[in-house]
């Protein structure tokens, strides 16, 4: 499976997560893991608008490198029950692309098993011939 960097994904859902995101919700814990600075955290605090604080949030996260991305990706994963939609947005695509995956593995291991059974009493039918 291609990935795309989290940060060109992060992008790619820029306006979906300025009209849903809550980023109360998850400036202490990205505070925390060393994400957002102390700077940060207060300037998100100071922006009254939701909407004005997912902006900068999402900014702040398209300024830092790939693994503080992929820190917020994990912490969304983590609290799913906070906004399960935003867990569905960013990771909706991964689901469908692993569940079509697997069911493909499956499918073919499937196969395999038919082919195994075939080629087994084929060679049965051969030894018992002999």
Known sequence: ????????????????LLDELRPSLYVDVMFQKRVLSEQDKDELRQIPSRREQARRFVDILLQKPEESIEKFYNVVKS????????YEE???????TRAGQ???EQQAD?????????????QKALAEAK
Not at 1 to 16: A, C, D, N, Q, V
């Open 110 to 122: 499937t196969s395999n098993d038919s082919s195994s059974a075939v080629a087994s009493s084929s």
């Open 79 to 86: 609290e799913k029950d906070e906004q399960p939609h935003i």
């Open 1 to 16: 499976m291609s990935r795309r960097p989290l940060k060109e994904r992060l992008r790619g859902h820029y306006k979906y």
């Open 90 to 96: 960013l990771f909706g695509e991964d689901q469908s």
């Open 102 to 104: 697997l069911g493909s």
